[in-house]
């Protein structure tokens, strides 16, 4: 610590008068390992729960999101099939796999001699 009185004779700046490390008064407390372990725990903590509301309001978001995509895409179904969209989705997949099943059952033969005529049919000019 220096004196109270430099070497100009004026009186120093109180800053000056405390060396480091020191405490600024001498009846001031100096913090043990223990409060500042304390101080940074309560730190993390409140970080934690600000970190903690982050999330939860990125999953709202994410949640209002994706609410709002299904709701889209069944507005656009409900305006491209009409009242009963997955009704009539059901039925056309239906009749697609019936068609399949016959045409499986159609000898190779037909279907190729009906091919054929077809081809004819439309070289013709």
Request: proline share 6%; hydrophobic share 45%; aromatic share 4%.
């Amino acid at each position: 610590m220096q004196s109270s009185v430099n070497r100009d004779g004026r009186l120093p700046d109180p800053d000056e008068l405390i060396a480091e490390g020191e405490p600024p008064f001498a009846d001031a407390a100096v913090p043990t390992a223990r409060e500042k372990a304390d101080q940074d725990l309560n730190a993390l903590r409140h970080e934690l729960r600000l970190l903690k509301a982050r999330i939860g309001v990125l999953r709202e978001d994410a949640e209002a999101a994706l609410k709002a995509k299904a709701r889209s895409v069944d507005t656009d179904a409900h305006v491209q099939l009409g009242d009963y969209p997955w009704l009539k989705l059901a039925a056309a997949i239906t009749a697609t796999f019936v068609a399949a099943r016959v045409v499986r059952n159609i000898p190779f033969g037909v279907m190729l001699a009906g091919f054929a005529g077809h081809l004819s049919e439309a070289r013709r000019p």
